[in-house]
């Protein structure tokens, strides 16, 4: 006995499989309501992010109130509770002082360098051509890619005393024009990283180097999102350089800056190896920042950790006030507009 097709009465189709009553639709995935996929997704980074950094902070945070010598690193005793002493001695510490007031002074020229240059650059590569923007991208970026440790090497030698190719270049100039703009015409064997304010010369020319291109870049992304109109009828008005910047291409690119400004206080306030390099160590104390600091008290001998950590904690603390600050202004400018 064979199956053969047959049709419904009145012509109908029956070739379409019809749906059960009570038949079950398939389900879209492991049956999850639909507000609990990103937080699903999200719990992968959250596990990477606590195992990486949030139980480092939390045990540096703890290390901040022990006293850790060689003995506790040797695993013969046990770390001891002090309290607040570690902290007391930072900030009665000159050298915590000094340290403090060479980051923040650092942060605060070298962030403003970065986003002045970083910005000049961006509007210069708006203008140009596409074949002449992308080269100039591709140069820019290069500097940006350099490690933080070559980048130090590199400025250091163009800085050595000896062989640096700065105090080449400055005894070329005419005794004349060197004894008006520096005060002296012999540039022979000047130890630029021997000082404390020489070397932040150095660093703040070496962050700015490394750091303007990432900005410039950014820029230029905003740049391409701001409708041509609005500078077309800037121009038939009549409206100068500065004028058509102040007045439509920074309020425009607000948010941008904002971003940029928070990732350069972020990144200048932990600057350390570029620095270390510069100084061949924690060797100049006057020269040092909180993260050099804090890197001489924790592993240079005797090793301190207790110590290292309460700097670190102090550097932590002042990062997120800072950020916490300029986000919440940024915040009410916003809700003013």
């Excluded at 520096?182 to 540039?187: K, Q, V």
């Excluded at 909180?290 to 240079?300: H, I, M, N, R």
Aim: net charge positive.
């Amino acid at each position: 006995m064979t199956n053969t097709p047959t049709l419904a009465r009145g012509g109908g189709d029956t070739s379409a499989p019809r749906r059960r009553r009570g038949s079950r639709r398939p389900g879209r995935g492991s049956g999850l309501p639909p507000w609990a996929l990103p937080y699903l997704l999200l719990v992968p980074g959250i596990v990477v992010i606590a195992g990486l950094l949030l139980y480092p902070m939390i045990q540096m945070f703890v290390m901040s109130f022990q006293k850790i010598n060689l003995r506790v690193i040797r695993g013969v005793a046990e770390p001891e509770w002090v309290g607040l002493d570690n902290y007391t001695q930072l900030f009665g510490n000159d050298i915590f002082w000094s340290s403090l007031r060479n980051t923040l002074v650092f942060a605060a020229v070298t962030v403003s360098l970065t986003l002045a240059l970083g910005t000049a650059v961006g509007v210069l590569l708006h203008r140009l051509g596409r074949g002449m923007s992308t080269f100039v991208i591709v140069g820019i970026m290069c500097a940006w890619a350099v490690p933080p440790v070559a980048q130090g090497t590199i400025w250091r030698w163009l800085f050595d005393a000896e062989a640096g190719i700065i105090n080449w270049a400055l005894n070329l100039l005419p005794d004349g024009l060197s004894t008006l703009l520096f005060g002296r015409a012999d540039w022979t064997g000047e130890p630029w990283l021997n000082d404390a304010w020489s070397v932040y010369l150095v660093l703040v020319l070496t962050v700015v180097w490394a750091s303007f291109p990432f900005v410039a870049v950014s820029v230029l992304a905003g740049l391409k999102g701001i409708p041509a109109e609005l500078y077309e009828a800037a121009r038939v008005d009549g409206s100068t350089a500065w004028r058509t910047f102040r007045k439509i291409t920074f309020p425009l690119l607000k948010p941008v800056f904002a971003v940029l400004t928070i990732l350069s206080i972020i990144w200048d306030f932990k600057v350390f190896s570029q620095l270390y390099v510069l100084l061949n160590g924690p060797t100049n104390r006057d020269a040092f920042n909180l993260s050099l600091f804090s890197f001489a008290e924790a592993f240079k001998a005797p090793p301190k950790m207790g110590t290292g950590a309460a700097i670190a904690v102090v550097l932590t603390v002042i990062l997120l006030l800072v950020t916490a600050v300029y986000t919440r202004q940024m915040v009410k400018q916003e809700d003013l507009t």
